[in-house]
């Protein structure tokens, strides 16, 4: 009888989740690009993330130790494995009497690569997929809207405290925008 290892079964590191089609800013030429989910406690991915075009404070984020319950996805043009956007998310359950009661997906960080047009739509496109999966009430992030002021191209709207929001019922808005304009195709 033959006993399989059961370090065979999984596979650890980067996961490629959707290709696509972005704009460079100047040309107006569309790229081919992948989407893919990044594991901190895989080597690979850190020194990829390490030596990468991404804003420093990202790449320290990344790679510091410590337990993260946080998803990392990044959006690399096929071509040239440039950085056209990066996010850092994590899922939260609010119980303060407020509209934003029960579990809700929160990004943490987003960064999109202005030689790009509309970089994070595939990205939040994932993102408000996986909202949806998991029946999060809302996506908000953690940062001042003005920090990322192109969150509102995609559904997203102002509160009251100076962040972003989008409802569950705009999730399916923001997908079908995004694999219209995009070209996504999902691979996994």
Request: aromatic share 12%; net charge negative; charged share 25%.
């Amino acid at each position: 009888m033959k006993i399989g290892s059961i370090n065979n079964n999984f596979c650890f590191g980067k996961k490629a989740i959707l290709s696509c089609k972005i704009k460079k800013a100047d040309t107006k030429e569309a790229q081919s690009a992948t989407l893919y989910q990044y594991d901190k406690n895989n080597p690979n991915d850190v020194g990829e993330i390490l030596n990468s075009n991404l804003p420093v404070y990202y790449a320290a984020d990344f790679a510091s130790c410590g337990h993260d319950f946080s998803k990392y996805y990044a959006l690399k043009v096929d071509d040239s494995d440039e950085f056209a956007s990066f996010a850092k998310v994590s899922r939260h359950y609010s119980m303060n009497g407020s509209k934003y009661d029960g579990f809700n997906t929160v990004i943490d960080q987003v960064e999109s690569n202005p030689d790009f047009i509309d970089a994070e739509l595939p990205l939040l496109s994932e993102i408000a997929s996986e909202a949806y999966n998991s029946d999060d009430a809302f996506i908000l992030t953690s940062f001042r809207a003005d920090n990322a002021p192109y969150m509102k191209k995609s559904s997203f709207s102002e509160t009251k405290e100076g962040n972003w929001a989008i409802p569950q019922r705009r999730f399916v808005n923001l997908i079908d925008r995004a694999e219209k304009i995009n070209s996504i195709e999902y691979l996994s």
